[in-house]
């Protein structure tokens, strides 16, 4: 970053904080992961300075031999690495695509049901202070509090009783498998679109370690980020019906011209998901979770669900007398982010809940596994036991950092 360095030298001192930052310690939030430098060099590149409205043989802007060729590109490795029949590539990220899937195929004011954020859903699925809670009459499902997970049959009853025109599965902070097939019967009875949101799983349904809703939802939404380890954006998928209404909610509907850069980068993530390094990535991901929960039981942290089938791991702290927030920037002085989370039922709020929520997409990128594993669950309950011990935080501090060094991120070095 020479250039950078030169011209904007304050810039420039903040991004290299920020590389230490990211070298020297644990990333755990499972919404974040590490792309590879093939896909920060497509995001950094000259596709950045075109502007391209339309979609591929159809834009309004001269000089697209390239940019179609490129955009068809992440188009058709997004169909062959999902099985869709059709992908628009150009969402910008998650929320804005969610966004176009409600009005492609809704009207202001049909009713929706999706599953209620504190129970793990995301703020585009109903949230009522949100454009989606606004504009539509959101219906919200529920886990049952004792198992924390999605009761199905509450979920029909719920659907027999107002009747949705669409019903949205997918989430944000819910551990489990999702039964998009048991989701699609109950769709059925009441003729309801059927709209999945696996911005959480896409990795894992790419590398075939979780089921795709693909074969049984109208429509599917993810973020090209997190567990698929692109480009911050989103693509939208869907069987060939919606595909036109799809594409004119995206644009003109909703956004203006594509950001090609990212979605060359989108292109190159997708190549990289169909490879069979990829499916071993996913599964260790998986493997990861599941032993970091296993361990993280052993020391008496209370895991809503009490347990993992994916990424994530959902923490209720009530019994070890902290909260959220307390746990999130005690963690945060060590080199261990995640982030603080509400968990079912809960009683706090959202600034200061009793949760937190913490997963291995980025760790296992970085080439850790099950015995890390044991000494970040040892490390959390340590930081966790030790919050008023400046001593104790700075001793961890030295271990996460000594650890972390080992397993370098890339397109990092210090």
């Known amino acids: 970053m020479s250039t950078i360095k030169e011209q904007d030298p304050r810039l420039h001192e903040l991004i290299e904080a920020e590389k230490v930052r990211q ?43 390239n940019i179609d060729q490129i ?36 009207n202001f004011g049909d009713t929706v049901m999706g599953l209620k954020l504190d129970h793990g859903g995301h703020i585009t699925h109903g949230l009522p202070i949100s454009f989606s809670g606004k504009a ?12 924390g997970i999605i009761d199905m049959d509450e979920v029909e009853k719920l659907a027999l009783e107002h009747k949705p025109k669409m019903i949205v599965a997918g ?28 911005s959480h799983t896409a990795g894992l349904i790419a590398g075939k370690v979780l089921e795709s809703p ?30 036109k209404q799809i594409d004119r909610a995206v644009f003109p509907g909703l956004q203006g011209g594509p950001h090609e850069h990212i979605i ?17 990535y996913a599964q260790q991901i998986k493997n990861n979770a599941a032993k970091l929960a296993e361990e993280l039981k052993k020391h008496n942290f209370k895991l809503t669900s009490d347990g993992t089938d994916t990424h994530l791991i959902l923490i209720d702290l009530t019994n070890k007398n902290v909260t959220g927030k307390q746990a999130q920037e005690a963690l945060d002085s060590v080199g261990i982010t995640l982030n603080k989370n509400t968990v079912p039922g809960d009683q706090r709020p959202p600034m200061d ?6 997963g291995t997409p980025a760790i296992t990128t970085r080439g850790m596994k099950e015995p890390e594993m044991e000494k970040v669950a040892e490390w959390i309950d340590r930081t966790v036991a030790n919050i008023d011990s400046p001593e104790v935080l700075q001793t961890i501090k030295n271990e996460v950092k000594e650890l972390s060094l080992k397993f370098p991120v890339p397109g990092i070095k210090l």
């Open 23 to 65: 070298a020297e310690g644990l990333e755990l939030i499972p919404s974040e992961n590490y792309t590879s430098e093939a896909v920060m060099e497509a995001a950094g590149s000259i596709l950045t300075n075109k502007y391209s409205e339309g979609y591929p043989g159809k834009r309004y802007y001269g000089g697209q031999e």
């Open 71 to 106: 955009e068809t590109l992440a188009i058709e490795r997004a169909k062959e690495l999902f099985g869709a029949d059709h992908v628009n590539v150009q969402p910008y990220s998650g929320s804005p695509a969610n966004t176009a899937v409600y009005f492609a195929t809704l």
């Open 214 to 243: 693909v074969p049984y939802f109208d429509i599917i939404m993810t973020t090209t980020h997190k567990t698929l380890r692109g480009p911050r954006g989103a693509i939208i998928m869907c069987k060939q019906e919606y595909a």
């Open 171 to 198: 989430a944000t902070a819910y551990p489990r498998n999702i039964d998009w097939k048991r989701f699609k019967e109950i769709a059925d009875k009441v003729g309801a679109i059927t709209f999945a949101d696996i």
């Open 136 to 147: 539509y009459n959101f219906i919200p499902y529920e886990v049952d509090i004792e198992t």
């Open 353 to 358: 809940p009793s949760g937190i929520r913490l």
């Open 264 to 280: 060359a980068g989108k292109a190159i993530a997708f190549k990289e998901a169909l490879s069979p390094e990829f499916h071993t």
